[in-house]
């Protein structure tokens, strides 16, 4: 009989919460095999048998526990399940049933549907679309056929078009008097204690800009091909946005500064975090040294810690640290808001959805697809100058995408002006 403990997961970590068993009580399971979930105030960790056997769970899900707990016990002595023989079977020819297609819409595109070869800490776990989906269909349990098992959107429609939803729940659920109670997560519980202190301790203003996004999506329609081909990663928007962050931040220090106590801190660096909306919350992981990788390489970053963050894998190390912090309120149809700063930083920039709109060029009214940006800052350290210079030069760099190869106007720096 062997006890599985809380390993020690970070020197400013004294507990965390059990979120989720991954196995049931009595379970024969084999060494290595994640057990369950814990998670910290910062990430989501997995715990492991460390030798094959009976399980014997200690601590229900949902309890917050503290270093050194003791979760669950491990009985070495028990026999491992015989495995049922294999019946040969023959194989026969069978015609495939034909299934009406299902019509998928856009919040579906980026969910990939395939079938699961193993269970995994993933298996029935419900994509934001499809746990919402679900939540308003009645729908408790269906079978997922995304990645490792997961449901996403499709799974769900094709059980509402097979009938398993309840008939009428929208209008049985109008009138219901029921409330549902549940702990708040260590995650939530940060989350939310931090965006207070960033009220409550910062002198936070923000400031307001637009860009014209055409030439950004001229770029991207003509060589996303090129660039997916060369690079193995799709051509977004976020690579473009931080290096003209990188740009300006460098340009104006102050911005990518920070207070502590009585002193200044100046980062010669540009550690960007990038905002991730995350099935338990938002989290920011952040890009190192943002300002010495090319495009491509930020591409790729940021298409690898989306999925870390999806997938509840982001380590404390990727989530510790960021000296500025990048939003897109626009993935989920904001027009305009004023984020929060992501503290200790002093400054948090915001992107919002891209929607045409008539404005004034060249003395005509023309159609362009724009973007309002929003930058919010903690007035101690910046000053309004700082802070609206700095956001112009990012829409500078945006609507003139040349200068994100060097910073700056080629033509003044030719001129040296």
Same mark, same amino acid.
């Given at each position: 009989?062997?006890? +599985? ?18 196995? #049931? ?16 105030? #910062? ?14 769970? +200690? ?10 707990? !003791?979760?669950?016990?491990? %009985? ?9 023989? #294999? ?10 049933? #034909? ?43 269906? *079978? ?11 799974? !769900? ?15 049985? $659920? ?6 549902? &109670? ?5 995650? &939530? ?21 637009? !860009? ?47 207070? %502590?106590?009585?002193?200044? +801190?100046? *980062? ?42 999806? %997938? ?43 929607? $045409? ?25 910046? %000053? ?7 956001? !112009? ?8 995408? $040349? ?15």
């Amino acid at each position: 009989m062997i006890e +599985i403990k809380v390993p020690t997961v970070g020197e400013s970590i004294n507990e965390v919460t059990l979120s989720k068993w991954l196995k #049931k009580d009595g379970d024969y399971v084999l060494e290595d095999e994640v057990l369950c979930e814990l998670e910290s105030d #910062k990430a989501t960790f997995e715990l492991n048998a460390e030798k094959p056997g009976a399980l014997k769970i +200690i601590v229900p899900a949902g309890d917050t526990i503290k270093i050194g707990t !003791v979760v669950c016990s491990i %009985d070495t002595d028990a026999p491992a399940p015989a495995e049922t023989p #294999k019946q040969e079977v023959k194989p026969t020819k069978v015609e495939e049933p #034909k299934v009406a297609p299902i019509p998928i819409s856009t919040s579906a595109v980026n969910e990939t549907s395939s079938t699961p070869t193993a269970n995994t800490y993933a298996t029935g776990t419900a994509s934001p679309s499809a746990a919402k989906l679900m939540a308003e269909s009645g729908l408790s349990k269906i *079978n997922g056929t995304g990645r490792d098992g997961r449901i996403i959107k499709v799974d !769900v429609m094709q059980a509402i078009k097979s009938g398993q939803a309840p008939v009428n729940i929208a209008k049985a $659920e109008a009138f219901s008097r029921e409330t549902k &109670r549940e702990k708040m997560t260590s995650l &939530r519980k940060t989350i939310s204690k931090r965006l207070v202190q960033a009220k409550n301790q910062t002198a936070m203003l923000t400031t307001f800009n637009e !860009v014209d996004m055409k030439p950004l999506m001229d770029i991207r329609a003509k060589y996303k091909e090129a660039f997916l081909k060369k690079h193995s990663i799709n051509l977004g928007f976020m690579g473009f946005f931080t290096k003209a962050v990188c740009n300006a931040l460098q340009e104006w220090p102050a911005v990518n500064a920070m207070i %502590d106590g009585e002193d200044l +801190i100046y *980062n010669q660096f540009c550690d960007i975090s990038i905002a991730v909306s995350t099935p338990k919350g938002l989290t920011t992981p952040v890009i190192r040294n943002a300002e010495s990788k090319t495009l491509a390489q930020i591409e790729a970053n940021v298409a690898e810690l989306a999925k870390k963050g999806r %997938d509840n894998k982001l380590t404390l190390e990727e989530m510790t640290g960021g000296t500025f912090t990048i939003s897109n309120g626009g993935v989920f149809g904001s027009l305009m808001s004023t984020p929060i700063i992501n503290i200790p930083q002093s400054a948090i920039l915001g992107m919002h959805k891209i929607q $045409e709109r008539p404005v004034a060029l060249n003395g005509q009214v023309v159609i362009r697809p724009m973007m309002y940006l929003a930058l919010s800052y903690d007035h101690r350290i910046i %000053d309004g100058r700082e802070s609206v210079s700095f956001l !112009v030069r990012v829409k500078e760099q945006l609507e003139n995408p $040349e200068q994100l190869l060097v910073g700056a106007d080629p033509v003044k720096l030719l001129l040296e002006i």
